[in-house]
């Protein structure tokens, strides 16, 4: 029935997530480990994190 169904969807949601973090480590640097605990719960970076953490390339400001 139902605890049958959603016994299979968070199965399926830990896979994903499992592979999400192995992606995110591989093209970030970072270890499997600091990835794992960091997207555990909400992680919030400003633009120059996600550039150090290596989400991101490059941060472009705007001329002024």
């Known amino acids: 029935g139902a605890a049958v169904e959603i016994e299979i969807t968070a199965k399926q949601i830990i896979k994903i997530k499992e592979k999400l973090n192995k992606i995110l480590a591989k093209h ?3 270890p499997l480990e600091k ?3 960091d997207t555990d719960r909400d992680f919030y970076l400003s633009a120059d994190e996600a550039k150090e953490y290596g989400i991101i390339d490059e941060v472009i400001k705007t001329k002024e």
Do not use: L
Request: aromatic fraction near 0%; glycine fraction near 16%.
């Open 35 to 37: 990835v794992e605990r």
């Open 28 to 30: 970030t640097g970072q």
